[in-house]
């Protein structure tokens, strides 16, 4: 038990420079979301968010897609879940998703954002109150402007913002309104994401 303890002190160590990462996409995201989920290692100490904006009127399959996909566990968040490390959480249709400073997940019904509810300005805005400059958000492909609310809110609080670049967005909208707040700190495409996370939050820098 000693020896397990003194490994996890250590991957606890390396690993430290972010607590939380955000993710929002909408049209083409469950593409862009596999991809980047797939090639997360299982060691990834973080939480992952995810707000996609899907149709309210069905049941939702992505928790069950995104889980065959990548080594993490993948779970539709539910009120009152405190985020734990390699989760994926995913914001259930028609219900806003924030974070609580201390981890804990609250799940709303209030008026849509930018005519969507989840809201990634939202998602992001409560992640950066929360963790402040211990937050990562990534906004993908997707049509509208949202998300670029959220991205101010992170680098306000001195937190890192990812945006996919528009070769590889299938829809160029979000990551487009993002760009435009002034508020990103790297334009990737969308395979070097993942590694750009990694790297992030071993090192606290991107080289």
Same mark, same amino acid.
């Given at each position: 038990?000693?020896?397990?303890?003194?490994?996890?002190?250590?991957?606890?160590?390396?690993?430290?420079?972010?607590? #939380?990462?955000? $993710?929002?996409? =909408? @049209?083409?995201? &469950?593409?862009?979301?596999?991809?980047?989920?797939?090639?997360?290692? %299982?060691?990834?100490?973080?939480?992952?968010?995810?707000?996609?904006?899907?149709?309210?009127?069905?049941?939702?399959?992505?928790?069950?897609?995104?889980?065959?996909?990548?080594?993490?566990?993948?779970?539709?968040?539910?009120?009152?879940?405190?985020?734990?490390?390699?989760?994926?959480?995913?914001?259930?249709?028609?219900?806003?998703?924030?974070?609580?400073?201390?981890?804990?997940?609250?799940?709303?019904?209030?008026?849509? #954002?930018?005519? $969507?509810?989840? =809201? @990634?300005?939202? &998602?992001?805005?409560?992640?950066?109150?929360?963790?402040?400059?211990? %937050?990562?958000?990534?906004?993908?492909?997707?049509?509208?402007?949202?998300?670029?609310?959220?991205?101010?809110?992170?680098?306000?609080?001195?937190?890192?913002?990812?945006?996919?670049?528009?070769?590889?967005?299938?829809?160029?909208?979000?990551?487009?309104?993002?760009?435009?707040?002034?508020?990103?700190?790297?334009?990737?495409?969308?395979?070097?994401?993942?590694?750009?996370?990694?790297?992030?939050?071993?090192?606290?820098? #991107?080289?």
């Amino acid at each position: 038990m000693a020896d397990k303890s003194a490994r996890e002190n250590r991957t606890s160590q390396q690993w430290a420079a972010f607590d #939380v990462v955000a $993710v929002a996409s =909408s @049209a083409g995201g &469950l593409t862009a979301l596999s991809q980047i989920l797939s090639a997360l290692p %299982a060691s990834f100490p973080l939480p992952v968010l995810v707000v996609q904006h899907l149709d309210p009127r069905h049941r939702s399959l992505m928790v069950d897609i995104l889980a065959r996909r990548t080594v993490l566990k993948v779970k539709q968040a539910q009120e009152n879940d405190v985020v734990k490390a390699a989760t994926v959480y995913i914001a259930p249709p028609n219900r806003h998703l924030l974070v609580n400073p201390g981890g804990g997940i609250s799940l709303t019904q209030t008026e849509l #954002v930018h005519f $969507v509810r989840p =809201s @990634a300005d939202l &998602l992001f805005e409560s992640i950066a109150a929360s963790y402040k400059d211990r %937050a990562i958000a990534v906004v993908l492909t997707g049509t509208g402007s949202d998300g670029s609310m959220g991205v101010r809110a992170i680098k306000k609080m001195g937190g890192t913002v990812i945006v996919q670049d528009e070769k590889t967005s299938e829809f160029f909208g979000m990551p487009a309104a993002a760009i435009q707040s002034g508020c990103v700190d790297f334009v990737l495409p969308l395979e070097e994401i993942a590694s750009a996370l990694v790297t992030l939050v071993r090192k606290g820098e #991107v080289t």
